[in-house]
Every structure is written in C-alpha cells, then in structure tokens.
C-alpha cells in the first residue's frame, strides 16, 4: 500500500484529519493498528545494532510506529520540520531543557508558566546543574532584551501562560533572542496549534502537552516538542531513549484518534469562552476576567496578531468575595466539574488560592486567589446559567 502524504497544499483540517493515518497494509482496515509491543525482532546478527538509536523496530523507548504516525501528524499541524512525542508534557519540557542546556548556560523565562517548568528552571536545572535562569515579564519584550546575556543560551516563554493567561509578543522575543544569539521556545498548550502556530512567528521549538487540547478528551497524556530536524535529533537520542519519557503506543493512538476533531472543537471552545468571558465581564459579583479574547484584556492587541484562529478556552476570573466563597461558589456548580487540567470536552474550574508562592510574580488582582476555568464544549447557555445559579448562591 503506498504511503498517502499531505503537505502544505492542503488545509489544516484536512492535516488534522489524514496527516500519519493511513490504510493498514496487513488488512487493508482505515486505521493504522495500535502496535502493543515493546521490543521488536532483531537482524540475523544484531551485534553491530546500537541500542542507543532512534528510530528503526527495535525496542519501543526507542521509537514505536504509533508514536511516530503521531509525530507525523504534530509537525505538520505546527507548521515544524520534525517532531518528539513523549509521555507528557513536562517530560517534553524537561527533555528539551536535558538536551540543550549545559553547566554555565543562561535560561530566561516567562514569570507565568506552568508550575512544573518553574521548578525545573528556577529550582532544578540551576541548583543541581549550574544551569543560570532569569525570570521576566515577557509580556514586554524590553524585559527579555535586557536579561540577555552573552551565555544565554535558551528563551523559554509560555503564551497565553498558565494561569494567568498573560501574552507574550512571539515574533518580538524571537528577534530578541535571535540577536543574542539565543534559541526561543514557546509553550502553546493554552492557543493549541489550531490558534497559534509560533514557528510561523520564529521560535525555534514548540512545547505541547498533548493531554490538552491536542487530544481533547481527558482520557490520555502525551508531550510534544516540535522543531528543526538537527535539534531534535539530538533531544531524541539524549532525552527520549535516556531519560526514558516514551509515550506508550495507547496513549498515542488515543491522541492520534483525537487531534483529528482539533479544528471543530477548537473553533467551539473559542466561541463559547469568548461568550462566557464577555457575560462573566459585565456580572457584578466578578472581581476580573482575565482572557485575550476581550477588548478590555491588556494582552488583546498582542493576541490578535499573533492568536490567528480564535483566543483558545481556558480563562481566568475572581469572585469580589472570601476564601471561602471562592470554595462554595465551585461546590455549587452543576455542570462545571471542579478538577485540574484543561482542554478537555468538559468544562473544568480550579480554584488558586491566594496563598500561591508565585503570587510575587502575578498581577495584583490575582492576589486574592482566583479561577482558572476550560471552558468545555458543553451548550454555552447551559455553562452561562451553571454559572449564574452558583454566583446566585454566594
Ligand atoms: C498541562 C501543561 C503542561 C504539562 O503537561 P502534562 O501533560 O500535564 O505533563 C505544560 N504546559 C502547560 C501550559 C500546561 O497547561
């Protein structure tokens, strides 16, 4: 059966759709097989078979044919050269910052990330490798410019950043960094591809976790780090196959099944939050709504630019209230399930609180704790009067 590509020609949906499925040339079923096997059958002689390589049927840590039809699809869909898929998010971000960075390297970083990037930058890497980090408000660019140093090696930015949802000028911090002779990754789990696609704007990688959006169904995780060939053939054989972080062929093919639903749903949650952040605005028991969709929302103009498809689901907003009506308002919430993680069909809602070591790094209205919430694909009526019946009830 001959392999079916589909470049650039055709859209992203049609990518979504067909890019690393294919017709299974044992059975001629619609759908690659999910292979369940960790090891694969050697050559006649393996002696001169390296067991450090990526890639080839060897063992699965390895490379597997479900991981890589998954990348397949990834890198086409972020506009990349190539692709690594791993077991989650965070082991994509630890794996590019294990394949990168050295002793005596300078990282600096979004002041809002992901929790897990922040302790991996601003505890890890430097107290246990020497690795110097700095941490800035990228949402001026001025701020990166002058935390460049001539051994800065990485600018890592989070747009539109967990939790918070500040925005970060993409194409300006490339520049930026380009100029001191620095590589840029950006982490698009909040925008998802479909959104946003930061190697179009010149960042050098892309961090995915594949657990939000991309597969949309709360059901598996998965990582991806998206980027030129020459890099990520280095963080493939340094980080996938000796730090380990492999995806399991399940969980990929789950992500694969997924992601071909991106652009519809996408086009949902964009829609629905954009509804719900404007009704959450103009409600009096609202302290703020911090979403980029929103005329009143300071990283608006930047997103616009630079978000082409829509704002994403994911929102920020407080309650003018206490602690404890924080916590009532989501025990009274019917149809908005009170957990963590994001991008899922349903509609999720955590509460911050004001406790929150990086308080320091947030603007101040955050300070009293706050929510973040992904707004699901569920009716936007349904979620506007679960919302209003709980608002009732504080
Ligand atoms: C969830 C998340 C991650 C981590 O992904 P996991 O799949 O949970 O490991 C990284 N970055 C952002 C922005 C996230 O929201």
Redesign the pocket.
């Known amino acids: 059966m001959a392999k079916r590509t589909y470049g650039h020609e055709y859209g992203f949906a049609t990518r979504a759709v067909h890019t690393g499925n294919d017709v299974d040339g044992e059975s001629g079923a619609l759908r690659r097989p999910i292979t369940m096997a960790n090891s694969y059958e050697l050559p006649y002689d393996p002696t001169s078979v390296s067991w450090s390589t990526p890639g080839g049927n060897l063992y699965t840590r390895n490379g597997g044919t479900n991981q890589g039809y998954l990348q397949e699809k990834i890198a086409s869909l972020e506009n990349g050269e190539d692709c690594v898929v791993l077991a989650?998010?965070?082991?994509a971000?630890s794996g590019l910052f294990f394949a990168l960075l050295q002793q005596g390297d300078h990282v600096v970083f979004s002041s809002v990330t992901?929790i897990?990037?922040y302790r991996l930058l601003n505890e890890l890497f430097n107290g246990k490798f020497g690795v110097e980090t700095t941490i800035v408000d990228t949402t001026d660019p001025e701020n990166v410019r002058k935390a460049m140093r001539p051994n800065t090696k990485l600018v890592h930015i989070?747009t539109p950043g967990?939790p918070t949802l500040m925005v970060s000028d993409i194409a300006e911090i490339a520049k930026i960094a380009h100029e001191g002779g620095a590589l840029l990754s950006v982490?698009n789990?909040?925008a998802s591809p479909y959104c946003q696609r930061p190697i179009d704007l010149g960042a050098d990688f892309v961090?995915e976790?594949?657990?939000?959006y991309i597969n949309g169904h709360g059901d598996s995780?998965?990582?991806a780090i998206i980027g030129r060939k020459e890099h990520l053939d280095v963080i493939r054989a340094q980080s996938q196959i000796n730090l380990g972080g492999a995806i399991s062929p399940f969980n990929a093919w789950l992500i694969m099944r997924g992601a071909s639903t991106l652009p519809l749903r996408m086009r949902q949650h964009n829609e629905s939050a954009l509804k719900i952040a404007r009704y959450l605005e103009a409600n009096e028991k609202i302290s703020f709504v911090a979403y980029p969709g929103l005329e009143s929302d300071p990283g608006h103009a930047v997103a616009c630019k630079q978000m082409e498809h829509g704002f994403g689901g994911v929102m920020a907003f407080g309650l003018k209230g206490s602690h404890d009506d924080h916590c009532k308002f989501v025990s009274k919430l019917k149809v908005i399930t009170n957990a963590v993680?994001?991008g899922h069909d349903e509609s999720l809602i955590v509460f911050l609180g004001e406790n929150d070591e990086r308080q320091y790094l947030y603007p101040e209205k955050f300070h009293n704790g706050f929510f973040r919430f992904s707004v699901g694909l569920e009716d936007a009526e349904d979620l506007i009067a679960d919302i209003q019946q709980a608002l009732d009830q504080i």
């Open positions: 989650s998010g965070v082991a971000l992901y897990a990037c989070e967990n982490d789990t909040f961090i976790s594949l657990t939000k995780m998965g990582g993680s994001l």
